[in-house]
C-alpha cells in the first residue's frame, strides 16, 4: 500500500516534503521517512502518538497536528497531548489499563464504552475509585475488610500497610463507611498524590521530581486530574528538545 505525506514547516520558510512508499499499513512511523526524519516536529508527533496510544499516527493525524505544532510551541504540544490522552482512543486505553492493573482482566463491552465516553470529559479518578470499591476487587482480595485495605495500601501507596493505618481504616468498614469514600481517602491523600506525581515524571521525563516538582505536580493533580500532569510534562521544553538529540542526526 502506497501512503504519501506532505510536512509543512512555516519556521524559516522551509517545506519538507517526504514519499512513504510499499507500507504494509495505513500507519505511518519515523523510519518510513527520508525527509521527515530531520525535523523534531516529526519525530514529537510520531513519539506522542506511540507514548499514548501504541501506535504510529496515520498521515492524516501526522500532518494535523505538524501544522499546529510549528506555530503554536508548547502550547500546541499541551493541546496535542490532551487530544491523544482525552479522545475516543486513548480514553479506551485508560479504560483497559484501569481494568486489568485493578481486576486483572479487560473490560467488558458495555462497561468500555461508558467508561471510554466518560474519560473524554473527566479524569480516570471515579473509574479507579469505582474499580477499587467493587464487590469484584475486595473478593480478589480476600474477602474481608483486612484484605480490601490491605490491597488498597498495596494497589495505591505501593506498600504494605503499618498496623496503625490498617486498623483504622478496618474499623471505619466495619463501621459502615461506604467502601468509595474510603478508597477516595487513599486515592486522594497526598502520599498516593506525590507517588503518582512521581510515576508521570518517570512516563513523560524518565527522571523523578524535585521537592518542588512533586507538590507542584500532586496540587495539579487534586485540581484538575492525572491526565492533565501527563499532557503538561510531555508538553514541556525538557520532554520536547530530546527530539533535537544529536542521535537522531546519525
Not at 480516570?124 to 480476600?142: A, F, H, I, K
Request: aromatic share 10%.
Amino acid at each position: 500500500m502506497k501512503a504519501s505525506v506532505c510536512i509543512r514547516r512555516t519556521r524559516l520558510g522551509v517545506i519538507l516534503l517526504a514519499a512513504v512508499i510499499l507500507l504494509v499499513s495505513t500507519t505511518v512511523g519515523v523510519s518510513a521517512y527520508s525527509g521527515p526524519v530531520e525535523s523534531a516536529n516529526a519525530r514529537y508527533v510520531v513519539a506522542s502518538y506511540q507514548q499514548f496510544l501504541q501506535r504510529d499516527p496515520a498521515d492524516s493525524g501526522l500532518d494535523f497536528h505538524l501544522d499546529r505544532l510549528v506555530s503554536g510551541g508548547d502550547l500546541s504540544r499541551e493541546q496535542m497531548a490532551r487530544s491523544l490522552l482525552f479522545g475516543p482512543e486513548g480514553s479506551t486505553i485508560d479504560v483497559e489499563r484501569a481494568y486489568q492493573s485493578i481486576l486483572g482482566r479487560g473490560a467488558d463491552a458495555r462497561g468500555s464504552a461508558y467508561w471510554a465516553g466518560h474519560l473524554q470529559r473527566n479524569d480516570v479518578l471515579d473509574l479507579r475509585v469505582l474499580l477499587l470499591s467493587s464487590d469484584e476487587y475486595r473478593r480478589r482480595n480476600g474477602g474481608t475488610d483486612a484484605g480490601w485495605i490491605a490491597a488498597l495500601y498495596r494497589d495505591i501507596l505501593g506498600r504494605s500497610p503499618e498496623a496503625a493505618g490498617l486498623n483504622y481504616w478496618s474499623r471505619q468498614a466495619a463501621r459502615g463507611v461506604p467502601r468509595p469514600l474510603i478508597v477516595a481517602g487513599f486515592y486522594l491523600g497526598r502520599e498516593s498524590l506525590g507517588r503518582r506525581t512521581t510515576a508521570y515524571y518517570q512516563l513523560a521525563l524518565q527522571r523523578n521530581p524535585t521537592a518542588a516538582e512533586r507538590s507542584a505536580g500532586a496540587s495539579l493533580i487534586a485540581r484538575e486530574g492525572e491526565r492533565a500532569l501527563y499532557a503538561r510534562l510531555w508538553a514541556s521544553d525538557e520532554a520536547f528538545e530530546t527530539y533535537f538529540d544529536e542521535r537522531w542526526e546519525s
